[in-house]
């Protein structure tokens, strides 16, 4: 099925920022006086995911590269320039699905960019800022795959999600025959499915196609549809800390900036190879909430 199957044209590793310093320990305690309070006194924690190709990786030399590593550092760095502070330095926390809202009511995280999908439930414990993207909920399979083409050719067959993410949850509601096997991360999941102990995982389309485009040759990706429709709009905002409305409308500015000057574009090319499956969001629109 060629029009249900794409692929990452182009994955490549990320530098840092310039003015921003990837700190190798520092303040653990994150944002106990809120997100600007961080950045203003030049040190803000930053939570992102650490195994996903072109999103949140931490790499072997313990840099770190991907579009919401690159998304995060922009709105840091554009919220300092705007009210005229230093570009702050930056203590990246590893933010698995499941803890994102924990680590935020904690104060252990100043902010958070994680493949993060803005729902009512998460709104209720945590703000967000954005959406800054919009993908869709897909399924990652072995490239030999022949019996998984779609959503219902899921009954019956093995399937890895990750605890507390919003694709586990949808595809329980929508698949009660499907056999979920839910895991901490997402690597494992591929890592399963390599081995062929799953028959294939759902997550964004987003993060299966940096996983596939690491791995050539050996997964594809199929999109997931409902009447027609995406199975799922999952929308990216950046997490932060109840009613910091300050915060929030600040972070909207920094993304608004980021999509109009242009600067999204790029990143979204250098870091997921500009592809089919992202649409920009529209920063502080959270109409699709209602
Ligand atoms: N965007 C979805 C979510 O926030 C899936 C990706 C993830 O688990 O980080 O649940």
């Not at 490239?143 to 919003?166: F, R, Y």
Request: proline share 4%.
């Amino acid at each position: 099925m060629k029009r249900s199957t794409f692929r990452l044209a182009a994955l490549t590793s990320t530098v840092a920022i310039a003015g921003v310093t990837l700190a190798a320990c520092g303040d653990s305690s994150g944002g106990g006086d809120g997100m600007l309070a961080a950045i203003e006194a030049g040190d803000v924690t930053i939570g992102t995911k650490y195994d996903q190709p072109g999103l949140g990786l931490r790499n072997p030399d313990g840099s770190m590269s991907g579009l919401d590593v690159d998304v995060a550092e922009y709105v840091v760095n554009q919220i300092a320039e705007a009210k005229g502070w230093d570009a702050p330095n930056v203590t990246w926390r590893e933010t698995p699905s499941a803890q994102r809202e924990t680590l935020i009511q904690n104060g252990e995280v100043d902010l958070i960019a994680a493949t993060y999908s803005i729902n009512k439930g998460r709104s209720e414990s945590v703000n967000f800022g954005g959406p800054y993207l919009v993908t869709h909920q897909a399924l990652l399979v072995r490239e030999d795959e022949a019996d998984i083409t779609d959503l219902e050719s899921l009954d019956g067959k093995i399937l890895c999600s990750v605890t507390g993410s919003t694709p586990a949850q949808k595809v329980k509601d929508a698949l009660p025959g499907v056999q979920l096997q839910e895991y901490d991360t997402y690597s494992s999941c591929v890592e399963a499915l390599r081995q062929g102990n799953i028959d294939a995982m759902t997550t964004d389309a987003t993060i299966l196609l940096g996983y596939s485009a690491q791995a050539p040759g050996q997964f594809k990706v199929i999109e997931m549809e409902k009447d027609g429709e995406p199975f799922t709009n999952e929308y990216y905002g950046v997490g932060l800390a109840k009613d910091d409305a300050e915060a929030t409308d600040a972070i909207n500015e920094a993304l608004t900036k980021l999509h109009e000057s242009g600067e999204f574009d790029k990143l979204l090319e250098k870091n997921l190879g500009g592809n089919e499956a992202v649409a920009p969001g529209k920063p502080g629109d959270l109409s699709f909430l209602d």
